[in-house]
């Protein structure tokens, strides 16, 4: 490759080029000569010499991209992790199945949107066979999504509303800050994602998020499902927002497009889901009621998978601290909380071997569907009456009020006291540390969660289990198979026989 940059100023070399052509041939060799003096682009300034070595594509590659396309859509989706492969799960679920597949043979990864100082990132999928378009949104794996995470803090859902107002919907103030500074150039994108012709009505939206990501995703979901696909603005405030359209059509056109007039309302899809994983708190009582109200009505479901022990779903806790002041937080719509399958694995130790058997429970438990527990992954009841029923005070009260026999009152009776006084005793001996915290008012089934939650923080579960190969795994049960990274997957039915992977799976999980 040479190197000749043009020359912009040639009035110097023009004229002695005239003036060399006038004095060879007259008038005629002036005019010559200032016509060849013009074409002079001057000398080589560089040359760079580069050697291309062209590698044929194998012809067996091209078969198995074929084969990739023909088993359930032209894009094979894969995990952040080496070996999880979450097409091929899904490609076995959908034919075990015999399932109709979510997205379409032209199923293709359309971009990525991502912000430079906020970190946050999502990326756009979309089938127009199903007329189908799929958010991902990114979780935390950049310096910068940790203090997006760490932050406690609170801001207005809808930028210009008082945060000191009780009612008011407040939501954690990084997430907020992530997700705006992406949020319209999104929409921007989801509504050009849209085939020529049709409109986004047709079209089912489809969000996710894991991590960070999970909580992006439900921020999102509330902000279409309140206002439509609003490309005006990023996420909800007081002060009007552009006309949606005229964005649109100047990013299309090229030019700035007259945005007078009544515009029509921003565009809703065909149908809204919403399906995270991981994904931790995201705001108030009020957020979480507003985002819930809407459930079966502009958000077609709404579920959040969380994988037995992940702590981050349990995070930011609420807050009540004169440092703090009151910060609630607790999550939106319904938790799918997956049993882990080494809980389902048990080992028999026998006198010559070990023995491991696999005994198939419950392996997944849905919010309000499953039955009327409570949700172990919310905070549930702070407090209770330390005279309730079940707590130390209360039983012993119950003991020195439950042993009327009809005597009378006023006669000292030894045997009623030796009575009282055994139930006190046993009562005594099976004091527990949740007697304890119940002696202050707080609740037993509320210490017990929080206990469980810092066990798990210290065991190193809570974190391990909020990795992508746990819920790798978890998902692959839920679906009938054993899915470990860079392995086969195997039907659950195979486990049962199988002592080496139950050794493995259990020495994993460890």
């Not at 889901?273 to 502009?298: H, Q, T, W």
């Not at 807050?319 to 399958?341: Q, R, S, W």
């Not at 172990?376 to 407090?383: A, E, H, I, L, Y």
């Not at 929080?450 to 289990?465: A, D, N, P, T, W």
Request: aromatic share 6%; net charge negative; with cysteine.
């Amino acid at each position: 490759m040479t190197s000749k940059p043009r020359i912009k100023d040639k009035g110097g070399q023009r004229a002695l080029g005239m003036a060399a052509g006038a004095m060879i041939a007259g008038p005629a060799g002036a005019a010559v000569g200032g016509i060849l003096a013009s074409l002079y682009e001057g000398e080589v300034r560089g040359r760079i010499e580069v050697g291309l070595k062209y590698l044929p594509i194998l012809q067996e590659d091209l078969q198995q991209v074929k084969k990739q396309q023909q088993g359930g859509g032209g894009y094979e989706v894969r995990g952040g992790l080496p070996g999880v492969t979450w097409g091929k799960l899904y490609r076995n679920h959908v034919e075990k199945e015999s399932l109709v597949p979510l997205g379409g043979e032209d199923l293709e990864f359309c971009c990525v949107v991502t912000h430079d100082v906020t970190g946050c990132t999502c990326a756009i999928y979309r089938s127009l066979e199903k007329r189908l378009i799929c958010l991902a949104f990114r979780g935390t794996c950049q310096p910068i999504d940790l203090v997006t995470d760490a932050s406690i803090a609170q801001s207005a859902w809808v930028e210009g509303e008082d945060v000191e107002i009780m009612e008011t919907a407040k939501v954690h103030s990084g997430f907020r800050k992530s997700l705006n500074s992406i949020s319209r150039r999104l929409k921007e994108l989801v509504l050009a994602a849209v085939s020529p012709g049709e409109d986004l009505s047709s079209y089912d939206l489809l969000v996710t998020g894991h991590s960070l990501g999970g909580a992006l995703a439900t921020c999102f979901v509330l902000d279409v499902a309140e206002h439509g696909l609003d490309a005006g603005r990023g996420l909800p405030q007081l002060q009007p927002s552009e006309n949606w359209w005229s964005s649109i059509a100047s990013t299309l056109t090229g030019k700035k497009v007259d945005d007078k007039g009544n515009p029509p309302p921003p565009p809703r899809p065909k149908s809204l889901k919403m399906y995270n994983f991981g994904s931790p708190r995201v705001g108030n009582d009020a957020f979480c009621k507003k985002f819930d109200s809407l459930i079966g009505k502009e958000i077609d479901e709404a579920y959040r998978i969380v994988n037995d022990q992940d702590v981050v779903a349990r995070f930011p806790r609420t807050v009540n601290a004169l440092a703090f002041g009151n910060i609630g937080y607790d999550h939106c719509g319904p938790t799918v909380l997956i049993t882990e399958l080494a809980s389902q694995i048990s080992k028999h130790v026998g006198d010559d071997c070990d023995k491991f058997i696999f005994d198939k429970k419950e392996m997944l438990w849905i919010e309000g569907q499953s039955d009327d527990k409570a949700c172990p992954v919310r905070d549930g009841n702070t407090s209770s009456d330390p005279l309730g029923s079940g707590t130390l005070l209360g039983d012993i009260v119950s003991s020195l009020q439950g042993d009327d026999d009809g005597s009378d009152n006023s006669t000292f009776n030894l045997a009623k006291l030796g009575t009282i006084s055994e139930k006190l005793t046993g009562r005594l001996q099976k004091i527990t540390a949740d007697d304890i915290t119940s002696l202050v008012g707080i609740d037993k089934n509320f210490s017990q969660r929080e206990v469980k939650v810092f066990q798990s923080i210290f065991s190193g579960r809570g974190l391990s289990h909020h990795m992508e190969d746990k819920y790798y795994q978890g998902m692959g049960m839920c679906c009938g198979f054993v899915a470990l990274p860079e392995q086969e997957l195997m039907s659950l039915q195979e486990l049962q026989g199988n002592q080496s992977a139950m050794e493995e799976i259990l020495s994993n999980n460890a």
